[in-house]
């Protein structure tokens, strides 16, 4: 009987020790994992995901933002009048984002939400113009605007635009560039 007692202990031991050691092993590989791997910060928005450019270690981003291509981006969550948007990137030392072509948010897929960019209506200039005063060029984004009553434009990853009242309130994307 004495005998049996010490042939079932050794096996439940030699099972919790062999248990032990794959625990222990899958712990370690699971720790390497996240400390060797970088992690981009971004904000969980309504629409889009993100997936930053590979390669794009020459800018180091607040948390939040998200590098591509040496510039960092800050796509909000919460909503905003296009002031009310302007006024909190300028708070982040960055500006709403001014697109210089319409793949420059490539890295975003869009599941059809706007956001607020750089470009409003100056009945003054009868004219687009970005936050800086530039005009739009028809290059930047492929739809064509025409002057409307309602005054600021939003923005679809897709390369959708929409003129809306600057009023409304709407997601924004502040950019803020570092070279």
Not at 3 to 29: D, E, F, N, Y
Request: charged share 15%; net charge neutral.
């Amino acid at each position: 009987m004495a005998a049996s007692q010490t042939t079932l202990w050794r096996w439940i031991s030699g099972i919790l020790g062999v248990t032990a050691l794959v625990l222990m092993a899958t712990l370690g590989i699971l720790l390497k994992n996240t400390v060797t791997e970088p992690h981009n910060q971004s904000t969980a928005s309504p629409g889009p995901t993100t997936e930053p450019q590979k390669g794009s270690d020459c800018c180091s981003c607040q948390e939040k933002w998200i590098g591509y291509q040496c510039n960092c981006y800050f796509i909000s969550h919460d909503y905003k009048t296009w002031m009310e948007s302007k006024i909190f990137c300028e708070s982040q030392n960055s500006t709403l984002v001014q697109l210089h072509n319409g793949n420059e948010l490539h890295f975003m897929r869009s599941s059809g939400h706007y956001y607020w960019i750089g470009l409003s209506y100056s009945k003054e200039h009868n004219a687009w113009l970005w936050e800086n005063g530039s005009a739009l060029n028809r290059d930047q984004l492929s739809l064509i605007i025409f002057p409307s009553t309602k005054g600021c434009i939003l923005y679809s990853p897709s390369g959708s635009v929409l003129d809306e009242s600057c009023t409304k309130q709407n997601s924004y994307i502040c950019k803020q560039q570092l070279m």
